[in-house]
């Protein structure tokens, strides 16, 4: 069982250029998410989807688009990088929208911005 | 909005020695209350959850938490850690008024458990 798989682990971007974070998950789960991580600050939502054609803004939306098109997959794509988005990315899913359900994590994307 | 604050960013402990870890969150309704692990390399896990009853609840490993709602706390403690409990621990906070939807974070802290 595969669980939340996201590719690629590192990447580096220059200044200006876009990519896709990808993220697919194998349990048929409803509910999905992207954190980025950085030092001091925890992890903050970026976006989040309760299902295929659903998605809502986190904590941090800005220079970040999503979509869900399947239950399976939720790619997050950077539009014009900036240093600023030099993170950690960890995309997360659960069963359904209930708040009392762990979330299940992928390994992460480290991402560098020069 | 909710916050979650967490107090201690660095602690270093000898083994055997006990453990607590502060998390105070911000919000006046009713929320649940995990505790996510992250060993070194690897992805975050969950070590417990609170979201209604006891409000001591156990998780693995021998952590365990009490949801003390006066004082919007959810303190993590270990009676004795083991070099294998380093790694960085986070507290995080969902609002239930948002259908769970936006679990929030606390920034982390880092154990370093000495042999």
């Keep these: ?114 | 909005a909710q916050s979650v604050s967490q107090h201690n960013h660095h602690v270093i402990l000898s083994e055997a020695a006990s453990l607590e870890l502060g998390c105070n969150y911000s919000y006046g309704g009713t929320v649940n209350l995990f505790w996510y692990v992250q060993y070194p390399g690897q992805h975050l896990q969950l070590l417990l959850k609170y979201f209604s009853g006891d409000p001591l609840v156990k998780g693995i490993k021998g952590f365990e938490a009490e949801f003390i709602k006066s004082k919007f706390s959810f303190n993590l403690r270990k009676p004795s850690v083991q070099w294998s409990d380093t790694a960085e621990y986070f507290c995080a906070v969902n609002a239930r008024n948002n259908a769970g939807n936006m679990l929030t974070f606390g920034g982390g802290t880092r154990l370093m458990v000495k042999t």
Aim: net charge neutral.
């Design chain 1, 1 to 114: 069982n595969a669980g939340v798989t996201q590719t690629p682990k590192f990447q580096v971007l220059k200044t200006g250029q876009s990519m896709t974070l990808q993220c697919a998950q194998d349990m048929n789960h409803e509910y999905m998410s992207w954190y980025r991580q950085d030092p001091g600050m925890g992890l903050r939502l970026i976006h989040y989807s309760v299902g295929a054609g659903i998605t809502d803004q986190g904590e941090v939306p800005n220079g970040y688009n999503v979509s869900r098109s399947t239950t399976e997959d939720f790619p997050l794509r950077l539009l014009s990088a900036a240093p600023s988005q030099t993170s950690v990315y960890f995309c997360a899913s659960r069963p359904r929208q209930g708040s009392n359900e762990k979330l299940f994590f992928g390994s992460g994307t480290q991402l560098s911005v020069l």
